[in-house]
């Protein structure tokens, strides 16, 4: 396995973690975003640019609702 492959493999466990979790804390939230904004890179890092555009839509959305649940 190449070092984007295990970066990858990082970022996709990342987000499938902090997802599952995220409602036990806002800042598993903002780790959500984070996690997203690395598969978005690793996205474009491989070349798969529509998962890279979605993933980062994606952490803008997390950053979002982190930033809402900050305020509650």
Not at 21 to 43: H, I, K, M, V
């Amino acid at each position: 396995m190449d070092g984007l492959t295990l970066f990858g493999l990082f970022a996709v466990s990342a987000m499938l973690a902090t997802y599952a979790f995220e409602d036990r804390s806002p800042w598993l939230t903002l780790a959500f975003a984070a996690s997203c904004a690395l598969g978005s890179a690793y996205g474009f890092l491989q070349g798969a640019w529509p998962f890279g555009l979605v993933e980062g839509v994606w952490s803008l959305v997390a950053l979002g609702k982190f930033r809402h649940r900050l305020k509650a």
